[in-house]
C-alpha cells in the first residue's frame, strides 16, 4: 500500500466518523504514515512546529487521542511518561532496541491461537494481546564495534 493510499483511506475514515479535517491533522497523519517510525508527541511536535507555529504539543497529543479513537492510531505505553503512536495498518509485532530505543515492525503470522488457548483454559473473552521482542538494533550494535 502506497503512503498516498494510507493517507487516502485515514482521511476517509475520519470523513464517515464526522472528525473534521484540519491542516495539523492532515500533517500529522502524513507524519505517523511516512515517518514509518513510532513517534512520541513531542517527536511529532518537532517535525511539524516549523509549519505549523501555534500548535502546541497538547494539540498534537490531542489530535492523537482522536485519532485513537477512530482506531486510526494505536498507542503504545512503556510504563514511562512518553506514549509512542503507531499508524494501524495490519497487525504487526514489534522489536524493540534496548539502547536507542528504536521501535521497529516486523510481521508474524498468527499467535491467535495463543488467545483461543488463552480464552479456553481461563474461560476470558480476550480482546488482544501484546508481545514485543527485545534486543540491540542493527545501528546499534555497529557502534559497539566501533569502539
Ligand atoms: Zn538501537
Ligand atoms: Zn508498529
Redesign the pocket.
Known sequence: MSDNFQLKEALDTLKKTGVRITPQRHAILEYLISSMSHPTADEIYKALEGKFPNMSVATVYNNLRVFKEVGLVKELTYGDSSSRFDFVTSDHYHII?E????IVDFHYPGLDEVEDLAAHVTGFKVSHHRMEIYG??S??QKEYRQH
Open positions: 532496541c539502547e536507542c530505543g528504536k540491540v538494533c545501528d546499534c
